[in-house]
């Protein structure tokens, strides 16, 4: 358990750090539910952290009747995550990078974070949740279907914000599922 918690610690630090101080400043989102707290947040200015929480539920009631593990780990990942999205909010504006650059970190830690945690069989959040439940029934990387839900929240994001600056959250994404499914793809360590 201890080892679980370090590492949704780092995790969800590292969506914490790459969110805010990367992904924010040039009002650009990521996917799955964090993506949609994102939007939210440009919309209607809600609380990333707590849409990011109260949008996770449905998920989390799924995982509880399927999962209980996966439950358990998620809720705690979700919780977390969506605390080191407030606390590190402070970071927004504190890095001045070009916005591909900005876009290419940002990937790189979130992507980090997050295949670290679903290395683990840990979920910073719903979307990421459901693709390990996915992953477990189909047999298909937990990476690759992340990236295909974080896909249609991209676009859909497009679509609803018709602002062109979002094409940059489709290199986001891809870095994210990339790093992603590359560590979830590493032999296990012994």
């Known amino acids: 358990m201890l080892k679980k918690l370090v590492v949704i610690g780092f995790g ?3 969506i914490g750090i790459g969110v805010n101080g990367f992904i924010l400043p040039f009002h650009l989102i990521n996917g799955g539910m964090f ?22 539920i449905p998920v989390y009631l ?49 992507g980090t974070g997050v295949g670290t945690m679903l290395r683990n069989q840990i979920s910073p959040g719903g979307m990421d949740l459901l693709a390990l439940l996915l992953s477990k029934w189909t ?9 295909a839900i974080d896909t249609v929240i991209i676009m ?26 590359f560590l979830t793809s590493l032999r296990p360590i012994q």
Not at 165 to 178: A, D, E, K, P, T
């Open 62 to 110: 799924l995982a509880y009747k399927t999962d209980f593990d996966y439950f358990f780990y998620g809720m705690i990942g979700a919780v977390f995550s969506g605390f080191m999205m407030e606390l590190l909010l402070p970071l927004k504006g504190e890095f001045h990078l070009p916005i591909i650059s900005s876009v290419i970190l940002g990937g790189l830690i979130v």
């Open 156 to 181: 859909s994001s497009l679509i609803l914000l018709q602002e062109p600056r979002l094409l940059y959250s489709l290199l986001i994404v891809s870095i994210v599922g990339l790093i992603t499914t």
């Open 139 to 147: 047999k298909i990387n937990v990476g690759i279907i992340a990236y």
């Open 35 to 56: 993506g949609i707290s994102i939007v939210f947040n440009y919309l209607w200015h809600f609380s990333i952290g707590l849409t990011f929480v109260f949008l996770n």
């Open 12 to 14: 969800s630090t590292m």
